[in-house]
């Protein structure tokens, strides 16, 4: 038996070949939202146009002040400088809608420009007439030119609503922008005409108020990218017979009574403490809460229609200004009322920023800058008859009373607003 034969060993086989596995990726981070004001500053052309407006709009808070500085010291008398800087008030409520017609017919750049040539020469001019002693008539005819200035807050909505036409939450926190640059200049104006009249000499505020003002405006117009077309003569209605417009115009007009009166009766209540120096601090305080309020609201979804929004930012405006004239009358301390007005202060812009865009929405097409023009002399008119009222009030029932007429000028505009939306809910 032949020996037994081996079987040749198996070579084992390969294992079979399988797919790579894909590597493995972790799920991407998610990224955060960009803030709503990085976004409104990424639109081309915002950023250098609203550079230009807000240098314009400094000097707007330092007028007044710098021309009741440098007439009083001059010529000893506050009653002419009062009378001056109210006579300058008058005038614009007069020719600043009609500038504002010429802006939407022909043109920013076209007009803005030599509008404010004519501004800045009745400055110099006042300048001029006061510090080489001419007649007082002449210093009402130079202020009384300086009405030509346009409206650069206005121009910069008008941009802003022609730049996001379709997005209502995108111009939401552009209008509140706007209103915190308003309170922002408003704040710092009067502080750096103060500062300038003393440090350097009497008629500085003016003269660098004027230059701030054209170097501005130059800048500003020269952004032709970003402004809205002209509309050549419209054959629409005035915005003031617009629907829903005059009943909002006179909640303007009450809503400039409530800062005209706390501004007067604030710098009486300072005084009868012995502490008119921190008169204009304390004041500062309103216009700073009322900054930070309008950026915070801006950053803020609007939560139904502006028309809706309205009445209640006016009513909680409305309760908050109850709060300076508890902390006077309860305790009498400046500091407890400085915090009332910080606190206070916080719901006039919202209120602001939802009567602005009701006034951008009920503006007949391509008259948009009259139409805001409009709102800015009716809160001008307000603030001229606030501040004689609380004047008034002050006199005859002492400054911690006057604090009652911003409450009762706020609860006029409640109503008003109030009967604005229900008049347009009606068919």
């Not at 399988?18 to 803030?35: F, G, K, M, V, W």
């Not at 915090?339 to 206070?344: N, R």
Request: proline content about 8%.
């Amino acid at each position: 038996m032949p020996d037994a034969i081996r079987e040749p060993a198996t070579v084992p086989s390969p294992p079979p070949a399988t797919a790579p596995s894909p590597p493995t990726t972790s799920p991407p981070a998610p990224t955060r939202p960009r803030s709503p004001y990085v976004q409104l500053f990424a639109t081309p052309g915002a950023l250098a146009f609203t550079l230009g407006n807000l240098i314009a709009r400094l000097p707007m808070g330092m007028f007044s002040v710098s021309a009741v500085i440098m007439i009083a010291g001059a010529r000893g008398s506050y009653a002419l400088a009062g009378a001056v800087t109210a006579t300058g008030l008058a005038a614009t409520a007069v020719v600043a809608p009609w500038t504002a017609r010429l802006v939407d017919r022909y043109g920013q750049a076209r007009i803005a420009v030599p509008a404010t040539t004519v501004a800045v020469c009745g400055s110099l001019a006042l300048l001029l007439c006061v510090h080489y002693g001419a007649p007082d008539w002449t210093l009402f005819a130079a202020y009384a030119a300086t009405a030509t200035t346009p409206n650069t807050g206005g121009m910069s909505r008008a941009r802003w609503a022609h730049l996001l036409k379709g997005d209502p939450a995108a111009l939401h926190t552009a209008n509140s922008f706007e209103q915190a640059a308003d309170e922002l200049c408003y704040m710092l104006g009067p502080v750096l005409a103060a500062f300038l009249c003393g440090a350097l000499f009497p008629e500085a505020g003016t003269l660098t108020g004027a230059v701030l003002l054209l170097t501005g405006v130059l800048v500003f117009a020269a952004q032709r990218s970003t402004q809205p077309p002209a509309q050549g003569r419209t054959t629409g209605k005035s915005p003031l017979r617009a629907r829903g417009m005059p009943v909002l115009l006179a909640s303007f007009l009450a809503t400039g009574a409530v800062f005209g009166s706390m501004e007067v009766v604030t710098i009486a209540f300072a005084d009868e403490g012995g502490h008119q120096a921190a008169a204009g601090g304390v004041l500062a305080l309103q216009a700073a809460g009322s900054c930070v309020a309008g950026l915070v609201f801006g950053a803020v979804r609007p939560g139904g229609p502006a028309a809706r929004r309205h009445p209640v930012c006016v009513a909680a405006m409305t309760v908050l200004m109850g709060l300076p004239l508890l902390a006077a009358a309860l305790t009498g301390s400046l500091l407890v009322l400085a915090g009332a007005l910080l606190v206070a202060g916080m719901a006039t812009a919202p209120t602001m920023v939802t009567g602005m865009t009701l006034v951008q929405s009920r503006t007949p097409e391509g008259q948009l800058n009259e139409g805001m023009t409009l709102a800015v002399t009716g809160l001008l008119g307000g603030i001229a008859c606030g501040a004689a009222a609380g004047g008034s009030a002050v006199e005859r029932l002492g400054p911690t009373a006057g604090y009652a007429v911003p409450v009762i000028a706020s609860a006029c505009a409640l109503a008003l607003a109030l009967a604005g939306y229900a008049r347009g809910r009606r068919p």
